[in-house]
């Protein structure tokens, strides 16, 4: 069975400083990995996925996760914060089924 | 496009009450799922639909939980009698299939009292 850690419930950060938001995951077999953002009041969206290919990924707002296979981590990044990205953050896994396995998520806090 | 609709919004009924919740995926979108996220926690996955038949319904508390999806398009997700600890977010999501991307709908928050 796959699972998904993410070890920092909350990540504060004073915006334009970077921030690194860590996923780590198990499983016997090939994954597929999501990021997905939840801002207030509002539904899951999906910020950036690997599926196969180049192991670094980018979105369209500036974050990138770096598949890692033998250290099992899809860790996020983003090399200056803005306020607007105040959110939570859901890692999630996939094998070859469609079946997400979520993390407990990581609240990040951008401050001015 | 349209996104994945759901409604109601929000919802407060008291311990052994039923409620019912409706989605409307994505145009086209022949898998459709419904997670339960209970704050603090991620979204689990409580059932998937691929059209009108289920795939995975292995989370669901059958008891007093089910749901079904006539036609292959809209669904609904019932639960009854309500328990204090069913008081979560009931998100629905579709997608083509397979590894393609889930699209979540707003959510539909439950206050159980």
Redesign the interface.
């Given at each position: 069975a796959q699972s998904?850690t993410q070890l920092d419930s909350q990540v504060p950060v004073f915006e334009e400083a970077p921030v690194e938001l860590r996923c780590n995951y198990s499983s016997s077999v090939s994954v597929?990995l999501f990021w997905?953002v939840q801002y207030p009041?509002?539904?899951?969206?999906?910020l950036l996925?690997y599926?196969s290919g180049s192991t670094l990924v980018e979105s369209i707002n500036g974050f990138e996760a770096e598949f890692n296979k033998s250290q099992t981590s899809f860790h996020l990044r983003k090399p200056s914060v803005h306020i607007s990205d105040t959110a939570e953050y859901?890692c999630?896994v996939?094998t070859?089924t469609?079946?997400?396995i979520?993390?407990?998520?990581t609240r990040l806090q951008v401050f001015p | 496009e349209a996104g994945?609709a759901q409604s109601p919004r929000y919802k407060i009924i008291e311990k052994r009450q039923s409620v019912a919740f409706w989605c409307n995926p994505i145009s086209g979108h022949a898998?459709l799922y419904w997670y339960q996220q209970i704050l603090?926690?991620?979204?689990?996955?409580l059932i998937?639909f691929q059209n009108n038949g289920v795939v995975?319904d292995s989370q669901l508390p059958k008891d007093r939980f089910s749901a079904e999806r006539l036609k292959g398009v809209d669904s609904t997700l019932k639960i009854q009698p309500a328990k204090l600890e069913d008081s979560a977010v009931y998100?629905c999501?579709s997608?083509f299939?397979?590894?393609?991307?889930?699209?979540?709908?707003?959510?539909t928050r439950l206050t159980v009292l």
């Amino acid at each position: 069975a796959q699972s998904v850690t993410q070890l920092d419930s909350q990540v504060p950060v004073f915006e334009e400083a970077p921030v690194e938001l860590r996923c780590n995951y198990s499983s016997s077999v090939s994954v597929y990995l999501f990021w997905y953002v939840q801002y207030p009041n509002q539904g899951l969206q999906l910020l950036l996925k690997y599926l196969s290919g180049s192991t670094l990924v980018e979105s369209i707002n500036g974050f990138e996760a770096e598949f890692n296979k033998s250290q099992t981590s899809f860790h996020l990044r983003k090399p200056s914060v803005h306020i607007s990205d105040t959110a939570e953050y859901f890692c999630a896994v996939t094998t070859n089924t469609d079946k997400l396995i979520f993390g407990t998520g990581t609240r990040l806090q951008v401050f001015p | 496009e349209a996104g994945v609709a759901q409604s109601p919004r929000y919802k407060i009924i008291e311990k052994r009450q039923s409620v019912a919740f409706w989605c409307n995926p994505i145009s086209g979108h022949a898998t459709l799922y419904w997670y339960q996220q209970i704050l603090g926690q991620g979204p689990k996955l409580l059932i998937q639909f691929q059209n009108n038949g289920v795939v995975d319904d292995s989370q669901l508390p059958k008891d007093r939980f089910s749901a079904e999806r006539l036609k292959g398009v809209d669904s609904t997700l019932k639960i009854q009698p309500a328990k204090l600890e069913d008081s979560a977010v009931y998100l629905c999501a579709s997608s083509f299939g397979g590894a393609d991307t889930q699209y979540f709908g707003p959510g539909t928050r439950l206050t159980v009292l």
